[in-house]
């Protein structure tokens, strides 16, 4: 076999392994699904009479709802993340990532799957969601091609997120650390065009809102699913889907490679 | 996997390594023969894991060659990795999969195919008695179990040296022994095992050759018969009530009298009934009183007295106090 053939079937077994776990401990993968489930409702029903009157041309609860979608949809990346740095860690922190590293295998298998596997399960939190988000009275204009399109885009965003989520579950140096950390993730989305109009927002805080990533991400999709034009939004969220990917990758890599042993003796 | 006949099983010379200007290895050399026992006996933070990590492709040593069944550890780290399999002193188990599922991970990971590795998996939880255990996850099990599982996994791929990090550590009595078995059992199979431990009694009774480390060095070597030449022949603890009786009886015996507050005095002894008798004697005529007094057999802190020349005795007398072989003697008056 090639060296290519031996990463693919490396990652495959490490995949399976990845996504075993999320049915051994479904604790999390519940959590993980679910809060946004539970934030939607939160959302719509109690703070949305209140935040869809304040939306401009369509307003009220239902205009709230079809709003704030999009944006738990990047809620849902967000959490989900947070589990690959949880698994990451756990995995660096116990004994068996030095069994692995004996072994005649290949060495980024272990990080592919777990970000394969992280993938997957973000796909089905967002699936999840989504059909919720249908039952609630979620309605969108979007055309086929628009919905593949804001799908191929959280994809993306969600595979950047990801790799970062590697790197900072690599880099803690406690389960504890790794599940704290990609909570400011979290916060961005709310500091973002998620929830309110950025336009609502007191000055300083409005440029931040506009400026960091996770607001192109949401405008555009929202746009997707609206079937509105979503402008130069779309280049600037596949901009900053790839940089963050890329950077979190190489990073990801050097603190994979540079793992030393914890305890010297 | 194949290696050339012949060829030793694991060959290190001159390794050194430090950790942030901290010596941990200092010109480490070791000679494994093919299929033979290796014990690498010291106390915690003698070395003993980093020698280990250092020959198993963890980490990279600073200088010295290093082969493994004749693949060089530096330059063919895959060759090594087919061929080794370690278990280290911290269980390197998967937690959230089933017995079953942690060594068909193995089974997978060391390619054997979907039919030969569901049969090696079923011998293998056959052999380390999990059979029963094969469909719980590891919550379930105990430590003993968890660490037949973990030798299991390692010897999923069938390897030809094998690395025990204190493979005894933490376990009861029965499963020492259980292990102990299981690792003779390898032996005889032909298969090279480089096993550190901190216990005398464990080297002895599995090793071809013991090497002690001490601080990162290699202070004595030969078979265990050799190394029993070098020891004094174990010692004999003096319990005393009080201080004036500890001092006099240190005068008496020309040794010296630790100042700790156990009342304890430690003299050099080989526990035959000749020289206890002589012993107490002396005590008699000194008209000492002594509360108690046991025989200690050789241990690993008399290896070190042996052949350090007593240099580290103090540092070794920290860690004497846990449960030895010690026989409770009478009551001497």
Known sequence: MSTLAYTIGDSRVMLRRNLKHQLRYPSMTLMLIGMPIVLLALFVYVFGGQLGAGLGVHEGRSAYLDYVVPGLMLVTVAAAVQGTSIMVAMDMTGGIIDRFRTMAIARASVLIGHVLGSLLQTLGALGALIGVAFALGFRSAGKPLGWLAAIGMLVLFAFALIWLAVALGLAARSVETASNTPMILFLLVFLSSGFVRTDTMPVGLRQFAEYQPFSPIVDSVRGLLTDAPVGSHALIAVAWSVGIAVASYFWAIRLYNQRRAVTPT | MSGRIGTPGIVATGVRKSF????????????????????????????????????????????????????????????????????????????????????????????????????????????????????????????????????????????????????????????????????????????????????????DQLADRIAVLDHGRIVAEGTPAELKRRIPGGHVRLHFTEPDALASAARVLHVSAPDDDEFVLQVPDDGTVDSLRVLLDDLHRGGIAVDRVSIHTPDLDDVFLAVTGGTVAREVGATRHRPGRTAEGATVG
């Open chain 2, 20 to 203: 942030d200007d901290h010596l941990v290895l200092d010109d480490v050399s070791l000679t494994v023969e093919e299929g033979a026992i290796f014990a690498l006996l010291g106390p915690n933070g003698a070395g003993k894991t980093t020698i280990v990590r250092i020959l198993s492709t963890l980490i990279e040593a600073e200088s010295g060659t290093m082969s493994i069944a004749g693949h060089d550890v530096a330059t063919e780290p895959d060759r090594v990795r087919a061929v080794i399999g370690v278990t280290g002193q911290f269980s390197a188990v998967d937690n959230l999969l089933t017995g079953t599922e942690n060594l068909q991970l193995m089974a997978d990971l060391r390619h054997l195919g979907r039919d030969a590795g569901r049969r090696r998996v079923v011998d293998l939880l056959e052999q380390f008695d999990l059979t029963d255990a094969a469909d719980k996850l590891l919550s379930a099990y105990s430590g003993g179990m968890r660490r037949r599982l973990d030798l299991a996994m390692t010897l999923v791929g069938e390897p030809r040296v094998i690395f025990l990090d204190e493979p005894t550590t933490g376990l009861d009595p029965r499963s020492r022994l259980t292990m102990w078995e299981i690792i003779r059992g390898l032996a005889a199979a032909g298969v090279t095992i480089l096993l550190t431990t901190q216990n005398l009694d464990e080297a």
